[in-house]
């Protein structure tokens, strides 16, 4: 299994980040997904959770921003986070369930 991060490297502030996590699965299916972050010099934040079952899960501080949706017929998860500020620059990586495979990442700087 690979997990593959895109999306735009740049956004402004106030607008939407939108971040797709592709997943190359071979015979096996990842029905779950971990969105997690690292801000530059700080470590590593869990964002939300998108489960097998359709709920997702978020990070308290973030729930109000946050969604992740599935687009099963393109084994993709979308990470969607409104109104962002500088404080969401950061790495962000999706992740397998239980974190045992991880995308490369990718830098996502906020910034007018």
């Known amino acids: 299994v690979q997990l593959q991060e895109s999306g735009p490297g740049l956004v402004k502030p106030s607008q939407t980040l939108s971040l797709t996590c592709t997943v190359s699965s071979g015979s096996t299916t990842l029905n779950s997904i971990n969105w997690i972050r690292q801000p530059p010099g700080k470590g590593l934040e869990w964002i939300g959770r998108?489960?097998?079952?359709?709920?997702?899960y978020y990070k308290p501080g973030l729930r109000s921003r946050t969604s992740i949706s599935r687009d099963t017929s393109n084994n993709q998860f979308t990470l969607n986070l409104t109104s962002v500020s500088p404080e969401d620059t950061a790495v962000y990586y999706c992740?397998?369930?239980?974190?045992?495979?991880w995308g490369q990442g990718t830098t996502v700087t906020v910034s007018s």
């Open positions: 992740a397998s369930r239980y974190l045992e495979v």
């Open positions: 998108r489960a097998s079952s359709g709920n997702s």
